[in-house]
T-cell receptor
Framework: AQSVSQHNHHVILSEAASLELGCNYS??????LFWYVQYPGQHLQLLLK??????LVKGIKGFEAEFIKSKFSFNLRKPSVQWSDTAEYFC???????????FGTGTQLKVEL | DAGVIQSPRHEVTEMGQEVTLRCKPI?????LFWYRQTMMRGLELLIY????????DSGMPEDRFSAKMPNASFSTLKIQPSEPRDSAVYFC?????????????FGPGTRLLVL
């Protein structure tokens, strides 16, 4: 069965710092990849997704992610975080032939002023 | 578009009571998913439907949980009898399934507390 690993469980950054959150998946076939964000007390919102084409994907609010097939990775990045980026971030994988999203355990990001 | 609608947003009940959570997917979407989120286990897929038919219910924790989708615009998740360990946030999501390029859109969730 496929799995998704997010190695950073808690990240604390100062405003304007750069962000990179790791995501690795285990599945050898074709994948669709997603990053969702969950602000405190709110539901999951889609940040960005990769289906095919350019492996560097740009999403909302200045986030981007790069799909590196050889490393089975889809890391999330933002060059300069803001206090309002404080949230939990989930990486998710959709594997071929199914509707089932597999989520990582999430990374709690706290941005300090 | 109103997005995925869930009700109630909050539910507090006593152990042993029946709980029914409701979901209205985005109009035109043909797949619907029920997730549970807890601190201990993160996000878990409980069950999903495609064209109103349950496709995979392997995530349903036990027989106390049941889900139905009587039509394309409504689904319920029922817990009977409820137990304190069922306390969690339950999310419903929907997508337009087809050709393997779908995105799931989540509802606001139902925060359930079983005392």
């Amino acid at each position: 069965a496929q799995s998704v690993s997010q190695h950073n469980h808690h990240v604390i950054l100062s405003e304007a710092a750069s962000l990179e959150l790791g995501c690795n998946y285990s599945y050898g076939g074709t994948v669709n990849l997603f990053w969702y964000v969950q602000y405190p007390g709110q539901h999951l919102q889609l940040l960005l997704k990769y289906f095919s084409g350019d492996p560097l994907v740009k999403g909302i609010k200045g986030f981007e992610a790069e799909f590196i097939k050889s490393k089975f990775s889809f890391n999330l990045r933002k060059p300069s975080v803001q206090w309002s980026d404080t949230a939990e971030y989930f990486c998710a994988v959709l594997t071929g032939g199914g509707n089932k999203l597999t989520f990582g355990t999430g990374t709690q990001l706290k941005v300090e002023l | 578009d109103a997005g995925v609608i869930q009700s109630p947003r909050h539910e507090v009940t006593e152990m042993g009571q029946e709980v029914t959570l409701r979901c209205k997917p985005i109009s035109g979407h043909n797949s619907l998913f029920w997730y549970r989120q807890t601190m201990m286990r993160g996000l878990e897929l409980l069950i999903y439907f495609n064209n109103n038919v349950p496709i995979d219910d392997s995530g349903m924790p036990e027989d106390r949980f049941s889900a139905k989708m009587p039509n394309a615009s409504f689904s319920t998740l029922k817990i009977q009898p409820s137990e304190p360990r069922d306390s969690a946030v339950y999310f419903c999501a929907s997508s337009l399934a087809g050709l393997y390029q779908e995105t799931q859109y989540f509802g606001p969730g139902t925060r359930l507390l079983v005392l």
